[in-house]
């Protein structure tokens, strides 16, 4: 039986609230709201800002748009928090990735594996089988622990050479773009950027299954290496390695961090999301911004907040996307929060944190005021921290509340019409 479109929409908004209750979430009155004329989320769009928590998206507000402004991230219609932890209080990027992507806590340094080290399948690979299109895009190797979580299997992190070659031969992602060129040339066989750059020496091919550069060309990705070539790019299955490791310099101390992707996120995100969306089936698209967790474990509080801004940039992009294409679902979160980063005034001027790598950060200027923040860290590591999330379009009124990171993955698969298949 056809039925009508309203009376459609009003069955998604009921089964949306029924699939609440049954959570323990309150609905909000605005789901009656909800674009819905059926139940499925057609493309997927989740930003994890690596180590941002609400601390650092509140510095990054503060200096991009002021007081009283908006980030991108932020002006959504529906919030929540993500309880972070994996098997121990304190997660790492793969287990929280891990989290996100196949739904089970697994130990630190786990790829795609349960604690016990036994393979989970990741929504992402869910999504292949059902004809949509899959992409990850970073400011990071694409390899490392948060991409890697959705298109990989290894019980440890570091095997990134191992990982790109099943992007390739299993979880088949048509999107590929990022840094770590360094894991798909072997040792001796540098690609487009030379061996031991002068900014960092230590940065060479490492590759350990051969050359998988040559290996995607056979399987029929356009290769690029530049802005210009992304961007003249045209076909529907594309690797874009655009650094030796990260797109940015974490360096020693004394020696200076630099934030200077070659391609910026919000490129690399406008064509993964025009490449995917060529797919009528729809897409899920995982984008990275590496940058806010690594400035963080520097305590480099001006690159925690450029590097938000850029992920920021990149999330307008998706919006403008789902605007136009009301069947898609936008997320913002983090994995975890790195540096125990708070928010001073000026005026305080003892730093109970002391004088080493926790020392406070600024003055840093509140945008469209004469006012300025400090920025104080506790640590250089991670902590175990609630993240927030901010959701918006088809079926984003499921990510309000407070939930388990694990949820993230149970909520993408209802919405996509996925199943709860762990």
């Known amino acids: 039986m056809k039925l009508a479109k309203s009376s459609m929409k009003k069955t998604a908004v009921v089964a949306a609230a029924t699939v609440l209750a049954a959570t323990g979430f309150v609905i909000p009155k605005a789901s009656e709201n909800v674009q819905a004329d059926t139940p499925k989320t057609k493309n997927v769009i989740l930003f994890v800002g690596d180590g941002m ?105 570091s095997a990134q050479s191992d990982i790109a070659e099943q992007y390739l031969n299993d979880s088949k992602l048509d999107v590929i773009l990022g840094g770590g060129e360094d894991f798909w040339f072997p040792a001796g066989e540098q690609g487009a950027f030379p061996d031991e750059p002068a900014e960092d020496p230590s940065e060479k091919s490492k590759g350990t299954k051969g050359n998988l550069v040559e290996k995607a060309k056979q399987l029929g990705y356009s290769y690029v290496t530049s802005k210009s070539e992304l961007e003249q790019a045209t076909s529907s299955k594309l690797l874009g390695l655009f650094a030796n490791e990260e797109m940015f310099q974490q360096r020693e101390e004394g020696k200076g961090d630099l934030y200077n992707p070659v391609v910026p996120l919000a490129d690399m995100t406008k064509k993964a999301i025009d490449t995917l969306a060529k797919n009528d089936k729809g897409f899920f698209l995982m984008v990275e911004e590496e940058a806010t967790d690594e400035m963080a474990h520097n305590n480099n509080a001006a690159l925690t907040i450029k590097a938000g801004q850029e992920l920021d940039k990149s999330v307008q992009v998706a919006k403008d996307f789902a605007k136009q294409n009301p069947d898609t679902l936008v997320l913002v979160l983090a994995d975890h929060e790195t540096g125990g980063f708070s928010i001073e005034p000026v005026e305080d001027t003892e730093d109970e944190s002391g004088d080493g790598i926790s020392k406070e950060d600024g003055p840093f200027a509140i945008k469209g005021s004469d006012q300025q923040f400090m920025v104080d860290w506790t640590t250089s590591g991670h902590t175990a921290v609630d993240v927030p999330v901010t959701a918006m379009g088809k079926n984003s009124v499921l990510f309000s509340g407070m939930f388990e990171n694990t949820e993230v993955y149970n909520k993408l698969m209802l919405v996509m019409g996925l199943g709860n298949k762990k």
């Open 53 to 157: 928590g609400t601390a650092q998206r509140n510095a990054i507000r503060l200096a991009t748009v002021g007081e009283t402004g908006k980030l991108a991230m932020d002006d959504m219609p529906y919030s929540g928090l993500i309880h972070t932890s994996s098997t121990v209080p304190v997660t790492d990027s793969a287990a929280a990735a891990t989290a996100y992507a196949s739904g089970v806590k697994t130990y630190n340094g786990a790829i795609g594996v349960d604690e016990h080290k036994q393979s989970v399948k990741a929504i992402m690979e869910y999504a292949k089988d059902a004809g949509l299109s899959t992409g990850v895009v970073t400011t990071s190797q694409v390899t490392d622990a948060t991409g890697a979580a959705f298109g990989s299997h290894v019980e440890d992190r």
